[in-house]
């Protein structure tokens, strides 16, 4: 298996503060990594440094064999796309659907300004949202539909990283339900390599191939979903994982 | 109507200038606001045709007179018909009120976004430089300059591209700094969108309707200060007339002729009261989205 | 209970709690000086020979000459800088009158007490004034009140404050005869007596922005999720509006008044003319027919150094209120 | 067994000024010590039917119709902890103000009583000697205090509005465990607010499912979950995501 991203001992400090704190991370191609921990754990930052809106303070990103540096080219901005977790932020209110797409695929010459139509027509149906969504404002469109659009924007540009940081936490659990599954599907059908985070337990047990734990700026235990969920390493992890609410039975 | 189209900076396309017009029926502040208006542009641009008077027109056999039918408004100490001279004093003080808010509200709301949308450094040297010019009262100001240059709208024009746009870039860095912490600033950082051209395709729009409503506010102080100008001598000369120096002219006959400085006054009041009800009424609008 | 008894999460330790005032100092230091600069500047950046606007258009050029040697204006610009910021450091003073030929900072200060106490009135009545309305328009939400209330700044945002001042006299002076005409009687009752009605004036101009903020704010306090909670324990609903909500939504006007003194010290010199006060104002404006440059630049230099002293003021106020604000520095 | 209901709710209904009805016609019964829950998706009415029967629907709505029959007192417990708190009072002031007005008591009792139940509720004791403002307490912190308040009034019924939703799981389940432990200690009832079909069930006997304003099923919790009756209620339960059972069997919960 080729990696997709290597990280290596990344540091952010926020004046005395350590939001991270020599993070190592690997992820293998086309695997879905779920990175778990509470708030403030640092797993937002750590999105954002892969991402390139925050620059480390030390250590270097790997995408592929090729080093992030903090000034990146076009390119490797189109490489790695990001779904934030606030459907009511996350696209600008004053475009319609058409002109977040259109913007995304022009910028970056996915397509021809012809073909910008069609290709955003696919793009929604991608993501189960019917053609006529393209001339509406964000805020005529549900949490749920927002968080497609969302994607279908993160897809546009064909990514070879699809960074995902708490998509479906600010959304009610039957729409989260739905969610998740497009995400399954985009997963077995695009191949997409996904760094996947979530504070949700089960939610990460859903989408993942491997588990990240981060606690307080460290990466606490790393480990295959299957050896996670029933045999966790860390003694935090089992703290985690204990402290789910379950159904009765 | 066209005040209004003008204002609107989501450009409405045909079929989205109908429900704009709907909303606009449904907003009564802004309704009231608009007609106040176009009343009152109305009849500063129909005047010459409207009144049998020349502005400057003197009578000095009529002078002093109370309202009546020949004279809507009374005549001046000179004979002058008060309501001609009040609309060419209108033409007057809108037309600088107008003009000299353009270049602030350009330079502002640009300033704003940048200090704004980058923060940091940029944001402390343009702060400072705010903090600055603010620490001066802008009358103090004004009639500093206004002297200095000469009476006339010079010293308007200069003071206010020099201060006005204080206003602009403070609310309008406020709201960039806010919109920046939004996640889709994010994305469109994500995309590798270059700084400049997320600051005019993305921030520009969301912060415009804010800094209109704030223009709206802005626009009846800075008429206020021409007209303040006007009274102490200061600001647009005679002959021109102009609302504030027909209110010092009619102070001496305070008590015998009070409407003669109460009129003009009251002018720059229903101005200040249509401009107050537009900004509420666009202010309402955009909440509305 | 597990580690619930950990450590109070230590947002706002001891060690920093006192940076935002040091950098609140800091910069306000360095705002007085781009005040004072900016002052120097001031009669540089307008067009025209300043010696020339003194003398009028038709003076020798021996006079000019000798007027500049006054004004210091023969010498390079930096060395007038440096001049002029040793003067200001060593005598607070930014030159002798052309005129009178005493300092400008003595004819300030000669003429500061009553223009300082018109504003302390003012500020105190339109304060108090804004807090009443205020709370009234917020606690009768789209009631009659509410909406009268409203509809006052609408009203009086477009009222040239010179002309409020006029209609006061006629109505109060000449009208009732409750209040002088003009200019003010000596003695201390006296005093506060002829300065009620330019007070008034000038607060008038002031309530507007205040009320409309305040009820802003008190309205999103009221609604918040704190005043339902306190509503539900039982607390008194007049208890919750003195002790909870006014001093929540106070904090955003606080700012606003910092913002807004810079308005009310230029409203005042305007308000001084109209009421034939012998204050700042009054003086602003025999210097500037007598072309009195140092006196010009000395009134521009104190006005500003006061606002800034103010907005300084009102930061360490709302720091002091305002747990808040020592966190996010 | 057959006691005296102490709270009763009878069709009741709750409209926005605008006329839109927001709660249609529900009806529950609560008895001594009992737990409740409601559960549902946002826009079920579940929070609004809580603030109705503490007596303070937000500005703007109404109610319509029905009845809210209670022999006893009810306060309540916010989602969000911070939010619930005056930013500008510090926490052992505001929570002594309830028990002044409260419990009726001179200001030194009050204080010692507040002291004593921030104690109880496992709040650090250095706040004895010095007092702090929410914003320096962490999340479950403030929820602690905002549930000492509550309990300051002595309440027969306690009101929890998705009192956990905005904390991490490990301080979820402390707070979980706190009001359990203090539910059997001073035997109020409880009406327990949430999305999570997990957390109600572990807590409350009996379940009322909400949709969209209506009561859609309610019953005895082990009943609702094995069989329930709507499609809607079998969605909830699906969309607790399940885990595999961790090896060495779990630290706590039951």
């Not at chain 1, 004046?15 to 086309?30: M, P, S, V």
């Not at chain 1, 303070?57 to 090729?66: A, T």
């Not at chain 2, 009144?51 to 027109?57: A, F, G, K, N, R």
Request: charged fraction near 15%.
């Amino acid at each position: 298996m080729e990696l997709a991203l290597q990280v290596q001992d990344l540091t952010v400090r926020y004046g005395g503060f350590t939001a991270l704190d020599h993070i190592r991370l690997e992820l293998e191609q086309h695997t879905t990594l779920g990175l778990v921990g509470e708030s403030g754990s640092g797993k937002s930052t750590l999105a954002r440094v892969i991402a390139g809106l925050i620059a480390p303070d030390e250590g270097q990103i790997l995408l592929g064999s090729e080093e992030l540096r903090k000034k990146r080219s076009k390119e490797q901005h189109k490489q790695i796309q990001m779904i934030f977790q606030n459907p009511d932020a996350s696209l600008n209110p004053r475009h319609t659907v058409r002109q977040i797409l259109a913007e995304a695929l022009l910028f970056h010459r996915i397509v021809d300004r012809s073909q910008v139509g069609r290709r955003s027509t696919e793009l929604l149906d991608r993501v189960q949202l019917e053609a006529r969504s393209l001339d509406k404002y964000p805020h005529e469109f549900s949490g749920g539909q927002r968080q497609r659009i969302a994607i279908a924007r993160a897809l546009s540009v064909e990514p070879s990283l699809l960074i995902a940081d708490e998509p479906t936490s600010a959304l009610d659990v039957s729409v989260q339900r739905s969610v998740l599954e497009l995400f399954h599907t985009l997963r077995t059908e695009l191949h997409l390599t996904m760094l996947f985070i979530s504070h949700d337990l089960g939610v990460i047990h859903a989408v993942s191939d491997t588990v990240a734990v981060m606690r307080q700026g460290k990466l606490v235990e790393v480990n295959t979903k299957d050896e996670f969920f029933i045999r966790p390493k860390h003694e935090y992890s089992r703290e985690l994982l204990s402290a789910v609410p379950k159904m009765p039975r | 109507m066209n005040t209004t189209t003008h204002l609107d900076p989501s450009l409405p396309e045909s079929g989205k200038t109908l429900s704009t017009l709907r909303q606009i029926g449904k907003t009564p502040s802004l309704l009231i606001g608009i007609i106040m208006f176009a009343i009152l542009i109305l009849l500063a641009l129909f005047i010459p045709y409207l009144s049998p008077y020349q502005p400057s027109e003197q009578n000095l056999s009529a002078f002093l007179q109370p309202p009546s039918s020949a004279h809507w408004l009374g005549t001046d100490q000179l004979g002058r018909d008060l309501f001609t001279r009040l609309l060419y004093a209108a033409r007057t003080d809108l037309t600088i009120m107008i003009l000299a808010e353009i270049i602030p509200f350009c330079t502002g709301v640009m300033l704003g976004m940048i200090s704004g949308y980058y923060g940091k450094w940029t944001d402390r040297i343009i702060s400072l430089i705010t903090d600055t010019f603010i620490a001066f009262p802008f009358y103090l100001i004004v009639i500093i300059v206004a002297f200095a240059s000469g009476a006339g709208e010079r010293g308007i024009y200069i003071t206010f591209i020099l201060v006005g746009w204080i206003v602009f870039a403070r609310v309008v860095r406020g709201l960039s700094a806010s919109f920046r912490k939004q996640e889709w600033i994010a994305s469109a950082q994500t995309l590798g969108l270059p700084g400049i051209r997320i600051i005019l395709r993305h921030l520009l729009p969301n912060v415009l309707p804010q800094a209109v409503v704030v223009l709206m506010t802005d626009m009846i102080g800075l008429l206020v200060a021409i007209v303040t100008l006007g009274y102490l001598g200061i600001g647009i000369a005679p002959p021109t007339p102009d609302w504030g120096t027909m209110i010092s002219d009619g102070q001496p006959f305070i008590t015998t002729a009070w409407w003669l400085s109460a009129v003009p006054g009251f002018a720059v009041v229903y101005t200040g009261i249509a401009l107050s009800l537009l900004g509420d009424g666009l202010a309402d609008i955009w909440r509305k989205k | 209970m597990m580690n619930s008894k950990r450590t109070l999460t230590g947002a706002a330790g001891h060690n920093g709690s006192y940076k935002w005032l040091i950098l609140a100092l800091v910069r306000a230091l360095i705002v007085i000086l781009c005040v004072m600069t900016a002052v120097f500047f001031l009669i540089r950046i307008v067009p025209g020979d300043p010696a020339k606007m003194i003398l009028g258009e038709y003076s020798t050029p021996e006079a000019l000459k000798n007027m500049h040697h006054t004004l210091g204006l023969d010498l390079s610009l930096w060395e007038q800088f440096i001049r002029f910021v040793k003067m200001l450091f060593t005598q607070g003073d930014t030159g002798n009158s052309i005129i009178v030929g005493t300092s400008s900072r003595e004819l300030i200060v000669e003429r500061a007490p009553v223009t300082l106490l018109l504003i302390g009135i003012a500020s105190i009545l339109a304060i108090v004034t804004a807090l009443l309305l205020a709370t009234v328009a917020a606690t009768h939400k789209d009631k009659l009140l509410d909406h009268l209330i409203r509809i006052i700044p609408a009203i009086t945002l477009g009222m040239p404050v010179f002309w409020v001042g006029i209609l006061f006299i006629l109505l109060f002076s000449v009208r009732l005869g409750w209040f002088p005409v003009g200019g003010i009687s000596e003695g201390g009752l006296g005093t506060l007596h002829s300065l009620v009605l330019p007070a008034v004036t000038i607060a008038f101009s002031q309530i507007p922005t205040l009320v409309r903020s305040l009820r802003a704010q008190m309205l999103e306090v009221l609604e918040s999720e704190f005043v339902v909670t306190l509503r539900a324990a039982g607390i008194p609903s007049r208890v919750i509006l003195f002790k909870h909500v006014l001093r929540n939504s106070a904090l955003p006007t606080l700012m606003l008044l910092g913002v807004n003194i810079s308005y009310l010290i230029g409203g005042t010199l305007v308000v001084e003319q109209v009421f034939g006060i012998k204050g700042i104002g009054s003086l602003l404006f025999t210097s500037i027919s007598n072309r009195d440059f140092p006196v010009i630049q000395g009134i521009a230099l104190y006005c500003a150094l006061a606002v800034v002293i103010i907005s300084l003021l009102i930061e360490i106020i709302s720091g002091w209120l305002d747990p808040r604000t020592k966190e996010n520095q | 067994m057959t006691t005296q209901p102490i709270l009763e709710v009878e069709s009741l209904t709750l409209a926005a000024k605008s006329q839109e009805k927001l709660v249609h016609n529900i009806s529950f019964s609560l008895e001594r010590g009992e737990s409740l829950g409601l559960v549902g998706e946002s826009g079920s009415g579940k929070s609004l039917t809580l603030r109705a029967i503490l007596g303070l629907l937000p500005r703007g709505v109404e109610q319509t119709g029905g009845t809210i029959r209670s022999k006893v007192s009810s306060s309540m417990v916010f989602q969000d902890p911070r939010g619930a708190l005056d930013p500008l009072c510090p926490v052992v002031k505001q929570l002594t103000e309830v028990v002044y007005y409260r419990q009726k008591t001179t200001h030194k009792a009050a204080r010692t009583i507040a002291l004593e139940l921030l104690e109880r509720l496992g709040l650090p004791d250095s706040l004895r000697t010095k007092d702090r403002y929410p914003g320096q307490l962490s999340g479950g912190q403030c929820q602690r205090v905002v549930i000492a308040m509550a309990l300051a009034c002595k309440p027969g019924i306690l009101l929890c509005d998705e009192p956990t939703t905005a904390l991490d799981v490990t301080v979820q389940q402390q707070i979980m465990d706190t009001i359990t432990s203090l539910q059997r200690e001073l035997g109020f009832a409880m009406v327990f607010v949430t999305h999570n079909l997990a957390i109600a069930a572990n807590l409350c006997s009996r379940l009322v499912v909400m949709k969209q304003g209506r009561m859609i099923e309610h019953g005895e919790t082990h009943r609702l979950l094995r069989q329930p009756a709507e499609a809607y209620t079998q969605m909830l339960i699906d969309s607790v995501l399940p885990l595999p059972e961790l090896e060495g069997g779990r630290t706590s919960w039951n």
